[in-house]
């Protein structure tokens, strides 16, 4: 069974730039989650969807990031425009619906310069 | 965000040593979990904690659910190179509008052969 795939591994731009991530669950997962791990500490929630639902962005910064996940299976995070702070991995998980059996990918790792 | 407190921050240890790191919180969690988190790639569960005062092992590992839901350790026994990453702890609620993962700050693990 594939696990969760996100692409690209990692990618450099310019400030200002826009940059998006794709994530594809695992098959059957109804919860996507997007986290953000900044160098040195823990993985930190964005957002979670519920099948296509946006349960809890309450942590996204939404002047210039947005996340879509339009028939419920895979997702994409974009930013426009980044700036330096937004040097980070990204990961993204799933997990069947009630949080068990998280699973990660192995992350987006953006540098902003 | 919020965030666990996670110790020692990091470990230099011999091979065949043992290892205790722990984790607390103010807040009360359903579930407590475990990841290893080697370069490059995304936290991997080691154990997964779901009862008050439970213990589970994992081969080398053990872990444990604080009696108060608010601390958990994780130990390993007879440490080889092949442990070396970052460990984190990571507090959870589910069910409902809850779901998302507290992660701590991780314990940065390195053994000696």
């Known amino acids: 069974e594939a696990g969760v795939v996100q692409s690209p591994r990692y990618k450099i731009i310019e400030k200002k730039q826009p940059v998006a991530f794709w994530c594809n669950p695992i098959s059957g997962h109804n919860t996507l989650y997007w986290y953000r791990q900044n160098l040195g500490q823990g993985p930190e929630l964005l957002i979670r969807?519920?099948?296509?639902?946006?349960?809890?962005d309450s942590q996204l910064p939404k002047d210039r990031f947005s996340a879509e996940r339009l028939k419920g299976v895979d997702s994409t995070l974009k930013i426009q425009p980044a700036e330096l702070g937004d040097s980070a991995v990204y990961l993204c998980?799933?997990?069947?619906?009630?949080?068990?059996?998280?699973?990660f990918g192995s992350g987006t790792r953006l540098t902003v310069v | 965000g919020q965030q666990l407190n996670q110790s020692p921050q990091s470990m230099f240890i011999q091979e065949g040593e043992d290892v205790s790191m722990n984790c607390t919180s103010s807040?009360?969690?359903?579930?407590w979990l475990w990841y290893k988190q080697e370069p490059g790639e995304g936290p991997v569960l080691l154990i997964a904690?779901?009862?008050?005062?439970e213990l589970t092992s994992n081969g080398r590992l053990t872990a444990q659910f604080g009696i108060t839901r608010k601390d958990s350790f994780l130990n390993i026994s007879a440490s080889i190179p092949s442990d070396v990453g970052i460990y984190f702890c990571?507090?959870?609620?589910?069910?409902?509008?809850?779901?998302?993962?507290?992660f701590g700050k991780g314990t940065k693990l390195s053994v000696k052969p």
């Open positions: 990571a507090g959870l609620n589910y069910g409902g509008s809850q779901g998302n993962l507290i």
């Open positions: 998980a799933s997990s069947p619906r009630g949080g068990h059996g998280y699973t």
């Open positions: 807040s009360i969690f359903n579930t």
């Open positions: 904690l779901y009862k008050a005062g």
């Open positions: 969807y519920e099948n296509e639902e946006a349960v809890d």
